[in-house]
T-cell receptor
Framework: DAGVTQSPTHLIKTRGQHVTLRCSPI?????VSWYQQVLGQGPQFIFQYYEKEERGRGNFPDRFSARQFPNYSSELNVNALLLGDSALYLC???????????????FGEGSRLTVL | QKEVEQDPGPLSVPEGAIVSLNCTYS??????FMWYRQYSRKGPELLMY????GNKEDGRFTAQVDKSSKYISLFIRDSQPSDSATYLCAMSAGQAGTALIFGKGTTLSVSS
C-alpha cells in the first residue's frame, strides 16, 4: 500500500518567490495536515483539512494557505518567501472523521525547501 | 514555558543498553500521547500510541504516561544500531481541529 506521497522532495527558491507543495494521502484517509519542521526542532502545525474544509490552523502568517481537493489530495502554498521559511514541510494523513482528533498521523517524507 | 519539553540530547549508548527518553508537558487537556521516530532526512513514523495514563509495550519498546505528573517516557530495551534516530514525543487534546504538539526531539545514537 502506498503511504503519504509528497512532491517535490527538494526545492530551492529565492526570497519573495512563491512555492506550491503537493501531498497525496493514504488511500481511505480523508484528512490531511501540514507541518513545518525547522532544523533541530519538532514539527509545528500549519493546517488541517478534512472533506475539503479547513478544520484547524496554526500560528502562521497569511502568506501560508492550503486547500484540499475532491480526491483528498492537498496543496500548501507559501507566498513572498522569507529566509525563515526554509524548512522541511511535512504532510500527514489520518483517519480523522470530523469528530475527535486522536492524533495518529501518518507522515510523508517531506518537501525540503531552501530559501536563498 | 513551552507546552511540551523534551531534552534534545544527543544521547549516545552502546548496543544492548536500555534507553530512557522523556517528555514533560504543561497542558492538562492532553489525552493522546505518541512517540514518533524520525530517521535523518525522512518523515516521522509512529512508534507508540497511548491514550490517557498507563503503560504500553510493543516488542523492545515500552511507553509510559503519568498524567498526574504530566510526564511521559519511552523505554528501549536491548538497543540496536538501527534504533539510531531522533525520537519525538507528541500529544493531543483530541478536540476536533486541534493540532498534534511535538517536543523538539531527542537524537539517539547506538554504537555497535
Amino acid at each position: 500500500d502506498a503511504g503519504v506521497t509528497q512532491s517535490p522532495t527538494h526545492l530551492i527558491k529565492t526570497r519573495g518567490q512563491h512555492v506550491t507543495l503537493r501531498c497525496s494521502p493514504i488511500s481511505g484517509h480523508k484528512s490531511v495536515s501540514w507541518y513545518q519542521q525547522v532544523l533541530g526542532q519538532g514539527p509545528q502545525f500549519i493546517f488541517q483539512y478534512y472533506e475539503k474544509e479547513e478544520r484547524g490552523r496554526g500560528n502562521f502568517p497569511d502568506r501560508f494557505s492550503a486547500r484540499q481537493f475532491p480526491n483528498y489530495s492537498s496543496e500548501l502554498n507559501v507566498n513572498a518567501l522569507l529566509l525563515g521559511d526554509s524548512a522541511l514541510y511535512l504532510c500527514a494523513s489520518s483517519f480523522y472523521t470530523g469528530a475527535s482528533n486522536t492524533g495518529e498521523l501518518f507522515f510523508g517524507e517531506g518537501s525540503r525547501l531552501t530559501v536563498l | 514555558q513551552k507546552e511540551v519539553e523534551q531534552d534534545p540530547g544527543p544521547l549516545s549508548v552502546p548496543e544492548g543498553a536500555i534507553v530512557s527518553l522523556n517528555c514533560t508537558y504543561s497542558n492538562s487537556a492532553f489525552q493522546y500521547f505518541m512517540w514518533y521516530r524520525q530517521y535523518s532526512r525522512k518523515g516521522p513514523e509512529l512508534l507508540m500510541y497511548t491514550y490517557s495514563s498507563g503503560n504500553k509495550e510493543d516488542g523492545r519498546f515500552t511507553a509510559q504516561v503519568d498524567k498526574s505528573s504530566k510526564y511521559i517516557s519511552l523505554f528501549i530495551r536491548d538497543s540496536q544500531p538501527s534504533d539510531s534516530a531522533t525520537y519525538l514525543c507528541a500529544m493531543s487534546a483530541g478536540q476536533a481541529g486541534t493540532a498534534l504538539i511535538f517536543g523538539k526531539g531527542t537524537t539517539l545514537s547506538v554504537s555497535s
